[in-house]
T-cell receptor, first 113, second 113 residues
Framework: DAGVIQSPRHEVTEMGQEVTLRCKPI?????LFWYRQTMMRGLELLIY????????DSGMPEDRFSAKMPNASFSTLKIQPSEPRDSAVYFC???????????FGDGTRLSIL | GENVGLHLPTLSVQEGDNSIINCAYS??????FIWYKQESGKGPQFIID?????DKRQGQRVTVLLNKTVKHLSLQIAATQPGDSAVYFC????????????FGIGTKLQVIP
């Protein structure tokens, strides 16, 4: 039974470059979440989609961050241009609906040099 | 500058003993509570949940207790095993149309063999 699939698992790039993180939610799940985890701030919700529509993007740090969900089986989180302070582990999670138990991917560890 | 990160509370427990992890919350509108377990290098994994109309719920070796009067949630793990070593997060959601989930900072459980 495939869980939430994220790619890449690791990304190292230089500041100023565009970074795209990808997520495939569990089939049949209507809600998708992007989180960022750092030692400084813990686990933060960046954006929440329901039925492919962004419902809450109040956690997106600034205009450099954007997220899309073109269909029920795929979402991207893009950072352009990237900065060293964006270094973190980024998690994607999905749930049947809203706050119901979320299933997390194994994350993308992003390092911006 | 100095890198000041979150200081995770740590609980050290002897293998075979019971563990109790606590979580205090402040939002009285919270009506759905979830515990997650995060192992090193992985995403958070759902353990157990409870709604505000209950004060106790049991799973396999785990029990969640909810005291709404003092806004306190606890996770009890019976006969703690080395595989239980991880960071445990409580998360909560408010009632209403959009149940935004907020995660606590986590508690690190170390099981001593």
């Amino acid at each position: 039974d495939a869980g939430v699939i994220q790619s890449p698992r690791h990304e190292v790039t230089e500041m100023g470059q565009e970074v795209t993180l990808r997520c495939k939610p569990i089939s049949g799940h209507n809600s998708l979440f992007w989180y960022r985890q750092t030692m400084m701030r813990g686990l933060e919700l960046l954006i929440y989609f329901n039925n492919n529509v962004p419902i809450d993007d109040s956690g997106m740090p600034e205009d450099r961050f954007s997220a899309k969900m073109p269909n029920a089986s795929f979402s991207t989180l893009k950072i352009q241009p990237s900065e060293p302070r964006d270094s973190a582990v980024y998690f994607c999670a999905s749930s049947l609906e809203g706050a119901q138990p979320q299933h997390f991917g194994d994350g993308t560890r992003l390092s911006i040099l | 500058g100095e890198n000041v990160g979150l200081h995770l509370p740590t609980l050290s427990v002897q293998e075979g003993d019971n563990s109790i992890i606590n979580c205090a919350y402040s939002n009285s509108a919270s009506d759905y509570f979830i515990w997650y377990k995060q192992e090193s290098g992985k995403g958070p994994q759902f353990i157990i949940d409870i709604r505000s109309n209950m004060d106790k719920r049991q799973g396999q070796r785990v029990t969640v207790l909810l005291n709404k009067t003092v806004k306190h949630l606890s996770l009890q793990i019976a006969a703690t095993q080395p595989g239980d070593s991880a960071v445990y997060f409580c998360a909560l959601a408010e009632g209403g149309g959009y149940q935004k989930v907020t995660f606590g900072i986590g508690t690190k459980l170390q099981v001593i063999p």
